[in-house]
């Protein structure tokens, strides 16, 4: 079992920059690709952001590109989500999620997930 817990959500103004963390603890999270969702009220959850275990290889939504930037610190379990020029379509649950690098799964498939932080970006 992998247990994340996010963290730093808030209200914030459009145009500001936010950090989320996720902080991760049970298996060696080095194995692990990690990838970052996000819900809107009334929307299905779509994906944002992506990092292979070893911080190599990252992947990101159309809509993420150029302004969030996904990272991660082995050292210390944990998974960042850089998000700058924050727009008021940004305001959802964000969610981390974990998938075992040698996980049998379709792409886009995570076995562990976050209960989320909640970004509010107002105009």
């Known amino acids: 079992q992998v247990q994340l817990v996010e963290s730093g959500g808030g209200l914030v103004q459009a145009g500001v920059s936010l950090r989320l963390s996720c902080a991760a603890s049970?298996?060696?999270?080095?194995?692990?690709?990690m990838g970052w969702f996000r819900q809107a009220p009334g929307k299905e959850r779509e994906f944002v952001a992506s990092i292979s275990w070893d911080g190599r290889s990252t992947s990101s939504a159309n809509s993420a590109k150029g302004r969030f930037t996904i990272s991660r610190d082995n050292a210390k379990n944990t998974v960042y989500l850089q998000m700058n020029s924050l727009k008021p379509e940004d305001t959802a649950n964000y969610f981390c999620?974990?998938?075992?690098?040698?996980?049998?799964?379709?792409?886009?498939?995570?076995?562990?997930w976050g209960q989320g932080t909640q970004v509010t970006v107002s105009s």
């Open positions: 049970g298996r060696t999270f080095s194995s692990f690709n």
């Open positions: 999620a974990a998938r075992h690098k040698l996980a049998d799964l379709p792409p886009m498939i995570y076995e562990y």
